[in-house]
């Protein structure tokens, strides 16, 4: 067998490729001999951290990821979950972290044009979209770059592709000052019969390229993505890929008719390691060979090597294994839509991934150990510390401690954020941004609808990742609960530190542990996912967060609950704590937001509370009993009560019992509770429930919110506050 080989695999080549000496060892047994430079970077491409998931697959495998209504669970570009009447919701969260610190603008851009087309490949219509955005201090010289430059990237491309901005995260903390956080969620319709895979079926059957023309945008960015931060991360920036909306738009369209037309065996999304990564899951995972020619690669730039086609993320581009009689018919679709189609390859019997340019075969590798034979690590980890208890709490006057919680940077209106993206695109979406969850309607169904939801406490998870990760899972699942829904699956987003170091991977093992705890707890299976680690700079890891993305599904949109007061002499309820409890202040919002003090340990979640609380207030919903509900997260109660009000411009008084903490009352972030709002005569007639506890704490009405003993504030005035922080950060 001769490879041309151009160029001397060194010591520092293979380390710049981010292999290490035994990883490296482990190709020359496997293949027997040397690589050339082009498999050396596919070796690199399908054994990065971001490809293989080495540090974290034993612990992935752990997770719940069947159910009774699961289709397709991880594996796939997305997940397929079963809504009834014959259709399906297919959805996914990925990240876009380091192009994003890199080059805010076409990184969160093109983030969202890969989580899109994750879901169409599946071959669903894409319906809503989420973002999950961490940055560092709103202090730091970068931190306003970086939020301009996401946000517009976001909105330029999810506006541009025409998909509504349903819901998603905003958070600050100066954890994230050298590695901010891009997560990207994606959620689409399919009919339940017609969902397309990846796997190549046929030997001697036609391999496709479509889509966008191939150039040198991104060459290396799984690569990239799989290694910290250092002083040079400015070289890095033509790793970052640039993105094109309008053309992805084609692209759906074009990949939607190909499928209707019986043309498509399988079809693979061109993301991280591109043409390498799709060709070789393709082949793979039917047990089948994948011959490539580059030469009839489509491409925008001249001289480009083999290394730089194999190894480019371009944006807006498929590989397709496509039915032979087939070809005139696809082709002139693609044609029609002003895409690029090109046979550029073949699958074979001989299990090789095979790969010319110019006449020369520069790649002849074993096609299933590229992917079967990734480096699994059994990486080392230590236990958390559990942080000592949150000492001589300070107390501040209640009103004055609700405005400047209101206000601060973590829990005022991301308005500013969202109007900047298009929320009604579509037609279908049934709230706007700012409530626990987006809600759309589901095309040709009269009631049906899907709820969404994004969360995650980094704090947390740092102070206890067992608790945080059920946390992020009982969170996500109380805010679709609290429109209603019922909750179905959920993707997660693991972004972590670097795995190398003992205490990071002790993060991550334990976090995964709490989602797979409270997943099966709940009934809430993970379909789909992303594993993002080696998220620090010179040594500094982000806060341990493991966003999880869920879907719900609501029968009847018309029985909807929203957060905003309804009526004035409503009587307000917390369901699922008793008020007379104190709350818990470790790790709070309260803490940490008025006095800069990360302390004490995370709220313990009961799950099987949760569980009751949550099947409870769906029921009041459903029956027409609620007429306003929200979740008690950040903030606590206070907060929550005070959202209620701004979102309806009612006010509202809550009387707390004597002897009671108010600060740790109205500011504990306890888990599982929400405050639901009832006529009198309902919550007179309410039948008491086991295990969950309905408690009034006040009536709505008036132009004020009081707080018990405190002064009353305007409605006017808390809805000033929460609503000025971001347009005074930015400087509108």
């Known amino acids: 067998m001769t490879i041309r080989n151009d160029i001397a695999i060194t010591d520092e080549l293979i380390a710049s490729h981010g292999l290490k000496p035994d990883e490296y060892q482990r190709i020359l047994d496997l293949i027997g001999r040397k690589p050339s430079f082009t498999e050396l970077g596919i070796f690199s491409a399908m054994w990065n951290e971001h490809c293989s998931y080495k540090s974290s697959k034993k612990w992935l495998r752990t997770l719940p990821t069947t159910g009774p209504r699961v289709i397709q669970g991880p594996g796939e570009n997305a997940g397929v979950v079963d809504i009834g009447d014959g259709q399906t919701v297919v959805f996914k969260m990925e990240s ?39 940055f560092g201090d709103p202090a730091h010289a970068k931190t306003k770059h970086l939020v301009s430059g996401v946000v517009a990237g976001v909105g330029g491309y999810g506006n541009s592709f025409g998909v509504p901005t349903v819901g998603g995260e905003v958070q600050f903390d100066a954890r994230y000052n050298g590695n901010i956080l891009v997560n990207a969620f994606a959620a689409g319709l399919a009919d339940a019969d017609s969902i397309f895979y990846s796997k190549a079926e046929g030997v001697g059957l036609p391999v496709v390229y479509l889509g966008a023309k191939t150039g040198r945008d991104g060459v ?31 692209l759906l369209e074009a990949c939607l008719e190909l499928m209707a037309s019986g043309a498509v065996i399988a079809i ?14 393709m082949g793979a995972k039917g047990d089948l060979g994948i011959r490539l020619d580059l030469d009839k690669v489509p491409v925008r730039e001249e001289r480009m090597t083999a290394y730089e086609m194999m190894l480019s993320e371009s944006q807006e581009r498929m590989l397709m294994v496509l039915r032979p009689e087939k070809e005139a018919e696809a082709e002139a679709i693609f044609r029609k839509w002003g895409l690029d189609f090109a046979i550029v390859g073949e699958t074979t019997d001989d299990l090789r991934f095979r790969v010319f340019h110019q006449g020369s075969e520069v790649a002849n590798l074993p096609i299933k150990e590229l992917g079967d034979e990734a480096p699994e690590y059994d990486r080392p980890w230590t236990e958390p510390k559990a942080p000592a208890p949150a000492q001589d709490v300070p107390v501040m006057d209640i009103s004055e401690a609700l405005l400047k919680l209101l206000g601060s940077s973590n829990l005022s209106s991301r308005r500013w954020v969202w109007e900047q993206y298009d929320t009604l695109i579509q037609g279908n979406s049934l709230q706007l941004p700012g409530g626990d969850a987006g809600v759309v ?43 209603g829904a019922l909750p179905l699956a959920a993707t997660d987003n693991l972004n972590f530190g670097n795995p190398e170091r003992p205490e990071i991977m002790g993060q991550l ?3 995964i542990k709490g989602i797979g705890e409270a997943c099966r707890a709940l009934d809430f299976p993970i379909v789909s996912g992303n594993v993002s680690l080696y998220n620090e700079t010179n040594g500094r890891g982000i806060l341990p967060t493991p966003t999880i993305g869920g879907v719900g599904l609501i029968d009847d949109w018309s029985k909807m609950a ?26 709070s919002a309260y803490l940490r937001e008025l006095f800069g003090r990360n302390e004490g340990p995370a709220p313990a979640v009961d799950l099987a509370h949760e569980k009751r ?23 606590g109660m206070a907060v929550a009560v005070a959202e209620m009000a701004i979102a309806s411009g009612i006010g509202a008084t809550l009387a707390l019992q004597s002897g009671n903490d108010g600060v740790a009352c109205l500011f504990g972030e306890d888990q599982g509770r929400y405050v639901v709002t009832m006529s009198e005569a309902d919550f007179a007639g309410l039948a008491p429930l086991k295990g969950v506890s309905c408690v009034r704490i006040g009536t709505t009405g008036g132009q ?19 609503e000025g922080w971001f347009p005074a950060f930015m400087g509108n």
């Not at 080059?103 to 087309?117: F, N, S």
């Open 509 to 511: 093992v334990h976090a």
């Open 562 to 587: 929203r957060i905003r007061f309804a009526a004035e002499g409503d009587v307000i309820v917390l369901v699922g704590g008793p008020a007379e409890l104190g709350g818990h202040l470790g790790q």
């Open 441 to 483: 309607r589901v095309e040709g169904h009269d009631t049906k609808a899907l709820a969404f939801s994004s969360d995650v406490n980094p704090r947390y998870c740092e102070a206890d990742p067992y608790e945080g990760g059920k946390q992020a899972v009982a969170e996500c699942w109380r805010n679709l609960t609290a429109t």
């Open 96 to 134: 876009h972290n380091h192009p994003s610190y890199i080059e805010p603008y076409q990184g969160a851009a093109t983030g969202v044009g890969g989580i899109l087309r994750d879901v169409f490949t599946m071959g669903a219509r894409p319906i809503a979209a989420m973002n999950a955005l961490r």
């Open 704 to 722: 004020s919110l009081k707080l018990s003993e405190a002064h009353a504030i305007s409605v006017a005035e808390l809805k000033m506050a929460h």
């Open 220 to 250: 290396g960015g799984a690569t990239m993505a799989s290694a910290e931060f250092d002083d040079s991360i400015e070289e890095k920036r033509p790793t970052v890929q640039v993105g094109d909306p309008f053309t992805e738009k084609c």
């Open 613 to 635: 609380v949550g099947d409870h207030v769906r029921d009041l919903i459903r029956c027409g009993i609620a007429t306003a509900v929200h979740d008690c997260s950040d903030g």
């Open 268 to 281: 693979q999304d061109m993301g991280a390691a591109g043409l390498t990564c799709s060709a070789v899951e």
